[in-house]
């Protein structure tokens, strides 16, 4: 595997940060998942977008352009042979002293990883999954914004581990108002009476690209989409709810703190989706080979 780090590739055993990079120090950075599919970077610009939107708002100076980082992407995906993979696209605030003044630090390292990343087994795609809701809640917009994709994930770490003591792969997260937020790495949606709902990105969530992609494909399908605040009594009543994510894509869930969903297999609806998006991938996305 060859890894880029600030314009170089390197091999995976020389592919090295300072100790000193608060990155390391102080999670002081922001990343981003991305796929490829059949050849194609899926959804280049809009993760590109959300890269630049997060650096803004942590005020890290980005050391290339828009332009530059998606040509690292593609690059890195071109010397690793990646035909279908996963990228994780990090920028780190860079080397500084011991202090977390980020000031100190004089310039932003931009590190490209492509592989690839199985998150859930099939058999959940095909028989749904069970969630449950976990007592860590997702952060405050006053604190670390949950729309900035940071290097800071502790909060949804721990989660993470509140959802695998209770032997479940993924957690739903609620706001501190008590509202339906997200997973610890995916947005969440539900169906009821043929309509689909999911989570305001003012109840705290990531702006998630296969969100937004997942909304423009029901619409196409004639669904109506709304995004009111939700309640754990709206999800336990839906009839159909699913997850959705760069790496998770978009998967089933049928059981959720107990509570059987719909008829306790993956929907009718559920399954149109996930084909409409697999096409949608298939068929998009930014050449790797010209
Ligand atoms: N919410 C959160 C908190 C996320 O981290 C999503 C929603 C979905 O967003 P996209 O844009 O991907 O549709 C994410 C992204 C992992 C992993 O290893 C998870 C994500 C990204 C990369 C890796 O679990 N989730």
Not at 4 to 27: C, M, P, R, T, W
Not at 41 to 66: G, N, Q, W, Y
Not at 204 to 215: D, M, P
Request: aromatic content about 8%; overall charge neutral.
């Amino acid at each position: 595997m060859k890894v880029f780090i600030d314009g170089q590739f390197y091999d995976e055993a020389n592919a090295k940060i300072s100790v000193f990079d608060h990155g390391l120090l102080y999670g002081d950075g922001i990343f981003e998942g991305i796929r490829a599919y059949n050849g194609r970077v899926f959804k280049l610009k809009e993760h590109i977008d959300r890269l630049f939107c997060s650096a803004k708002a942590i005020l890290l100076t980005m050391p290339m352009t828009h332009a530059e980082v998606s040509k690292a992407v593609v690059d890195t995906c071109r010397e690793n042979n990646i035909r279908d993979g996963y990228v994780r696209l990090v920028i780190t605030r860079g080397v500084g002293t011991l202090g977390l003044n980020p000031n100190k630090c004089k310039l932003a390292s931009v590190i490209v990883i492509a592989g690839t990343i199985q998150l859930y087994p099939e058999e959940m795609y095909q028989n749904g999954m069970a969630i449950v809701t976990v007592p860590t809640v997702r952060n405050l917009h006053s604190a670390v914004n949950p729309a900035i994709k940071s290097l800071n994930y502790l909060n949804n770490i721990l989660a993470k581990i509140e959802a695998n003591n209770a032997g479940v792969e993924e957690a739903i997260m609620l706001n501190s108002e008590g509202y339906v937020a997200e997973c610890t790495g995916d947005n969440i949606f539900i169906l009821k009476d043929g309509k689909m709902f999911t989570p305001p990105l003012s109840a705290g969530a990531l702006y998630g690209i296969t969100r937004a992609a997942v909304v423009e494909l029901a619409r196409q399908q004639g669904i109506e989409v709304t995004e009111p605040n939700l309640t754990r009594y709206d999800i336990f009543n839906a009839d159909e709810c699913f997850l959705t994510g760069t790496a998770a894509e978009i998967i089933p869930v049928t059981k959720v703190d107990g509570r059987i969903i719909g008829d306790g297999k993956p929907g009718a609806t559920t399954h149109r989706l996930i084909s409409a998006y697999r096409s949608l991938t298939k068929q998009s996305g930014e050449p790797i080979y010209p």
